[in-house]
């Protein structure tokens, strides 16, 4: 019996490019997503809706989701952290555009970090996004949850797995479209990786999906979705040629690599439906435009 495909959620438009110290023109960040269509993405996450003083590099959410191509086979996510982020997300669609098709909440599993990223605590987070969930339900929006920090926090170290299961399972009484855990400071290990993904699936049942959203800071990501897609997971995050960090996470790195997940699962025998030499040639192109070579293994051997 064959294995079971996968689907890739590109993150690259804004997770890829949220830590880039350099502005990214509304135009350039057209063009790449306009290349990840190209090499076969079809859901993406191509915004944020946050302060432009926090994080400056999405300062132009609106003109990039304005300016999308109208495409009926590809899913447009914006990340929210709180309920007007839901509420700029629906006014993408205002006056009958396309706009956002699904909208990402965020709860972070560390009190700490959770302070620091969105200004509440764990406790704070599952109201807020409970209520986020329910508002963009009442509202005809799709929506999804990461809980991030997931395998561990800057600030705090070890996350127990038993608080990420108790976070998950007060979320999926909101019934979200999918829960995904998120390696955030890149800390995690496959045998982590299978434990904790192995619980959620558990927990959920098959009643909602999961995925996986790692970063590669100690060159375990690759192997941890390998791990995780052992454990039951089919949906994973990655960024073209591996970029990407968080702001407000000392010394976080890139996610894996659109590249390298492609490249992993290919020679696995696990579809992804991308085209792995046209992202290949897309990571070269975008590298001329940042002026450096791109994290990404399998392009650095291309």
Same mark, same amino acid.
């Given at each position: 019996m064959g294995l079971e495909s996968i689907?890739?959620?590109?993150?690259?438009?804004r997770?890829?490019?949220?830590?880039?110290?350099?502005?990214?023109?509304?135009?350039?960040?057209l063009a790449l997503i306009d290349r990840m269509i190209g090499y076969g993405?079809?859901?993406?996450?191509?915004?944020?809706?946050?302060?432009?003083?926090?994080?400056?590099? #999405?300062?132009?959410?609106?003109?990039v989701i304005t300016a999308l191509p109208d495409r009926s086979d590809c899913t447009y996510i914006g990340l929210v952290l709180n309920k007007r982020g839901v509420m700029r997300a629906l006014a993408t669609r205002d006056g009958g555009a396309r706009g956002i098709d699904q909208v990402g909440c965020v709860i972070v599993a560390s009190d700490t970090f959770g302070q620091k990223n969105q200004g509440q605590t764990i406790a704070e987070g599952l109201a807020e996004t409970r209520? #986020?969930?329910?508002?963009?339900?009442?509202?005809?929006?799709?929506?999804?949850?990461?809980?991030?920090?997931?395998?561990?926090?800057?600030?705090?170290?070890?996350?127990?797995?038993?608080?990420?299961?108790?976070i998950a399972e007060e979320?999926?009484?909101?019934?979200?479209?999918?829960i995904a855990l998120a390696d955030t400071i890149g800390v995690g290990t496959p045998s982590e990786a299978s434990e904790l993904?192995?619980?959620?699936?558990?927990?959920?049942?098959?009643?909602?999906? #999961?995925?996986?959203?790692?970063?590669?800071t100690r060159g375990t990501g690759v192997a941890n979705a390998w791990a995780a897609y052992g454990a039951g997971v089919r949906v994973f995050d990655a960024s073209l040629g591996g970029l990407g960090?968080?702001?407000?996470?000392?010394?976080?790195?890139?996610?894996?690599?659109?590249?390298?997940?492609?490249?992993? #699962?290919?020679?696995?025998?696990?579809?992804?439906?991308?085209?792995?030499?046209?992202?290949?040639a897309a990571?070269?192109?975008?590298a001329g435009k940042l002026g450096r070579e791109l994290p990404s293994a399998v392009a650095r051997a291309a």
């Open positions: 689907e890739l959620v590109e993150v690259g438009p997770d890829g490019l949220q830590n880039e110290p350099e502005t990214i023109t509304t135009a350039i960040k993405a079809r859901r993406l996450e191509v915004a944020s809706f946050v302060h432009p003083a926090r994080v400056p590099q #999405m300062a132009d959410a609106e003109a209520a #986020m969930l329910r508002f963009a339900r009442a509202e005809g929006m799709r929506a999804q949850v990461t809980i991030s920090a997931a395998f561990g926090c800057p600030f705090e170290g070890e996350v127990k797995h038993d608080t990420v299961i108790a979320l999926a009484i909101e019934a979200p479209e999918e993904f192995g619980r959620l699936g558990a927990l959920l049942a098959g009643s909602i999906p #999961m995925r996986a959203h790692f970063h590669n960090g968080c702001p407000f996470a000392p010394r976080a790195t890139g996610n894996i690599a659109t590249e390298d997940l492609v490249y992993m #699962m290919a020679r696995s025998g696990v579809d992804t439906g991308i085209d792995l030499d046209a992202a290949i990571n070269k192109w975008f």
